[in-house]
Nanobody, 125 residues
């Protein structure tokens, strides 16, 4: 059992920044992918960013590339999402998630085994 807890969400004006954090507790895994997803009202959950355990790889949705940065600290079992130059369309509930399948599946929400409860990010005009 792995438990994930997100924090750092809030209300920010367009152009501002937020840093989301995800703390993992319970079992640790020798290899896993950490991902961030988001879901806006009336929309399906969408991929935002992912980072591998030890492949030196990270990937981003085109909509956030260049503005968001994902990072992780394996020793502390934490992951972060630094969000800069926020836009109103970034408004959503943001979720961190973990999957133990191949990193090639990073884009697929259905492959992620563990999910946090989400943290609300609201970007005003």
């Amino acid at each position: 059992q792995v438990q994930l807890v997100e924090s750092g969400g809030g209300l920010v004006q367009a152009g501002g920044s937020l840093r989301l954090s995800c703390a993992a507790s319970g079992r640790t895994f020798s290899a896993y992918t950490m991902g961030w997803f988001r879901q806006a009202p009336g929309k399906e959950r969408e991929f935002v960013a992912a980072i591998s355990w030890n492949l030196g790889r990270s990937d981003y949705a085109d909509s956030v590339k260049g503005r968001f940065t994902i990072s992780r600290d394996n020793a502390k079992n934490t992951a972060s999402l630094q969000m800069n130059s926020l836009k109103p369309e970034d408004t959503a509930v943001y979720y961190c998630a973990v999957q133990r399948d191949y990193y090639a599946y990073y884009l697929m929400a259905s492959k992620y085994e563990y999910w946090g409860q989400g943290t609300q990010v609201t970007v005003s005009e």
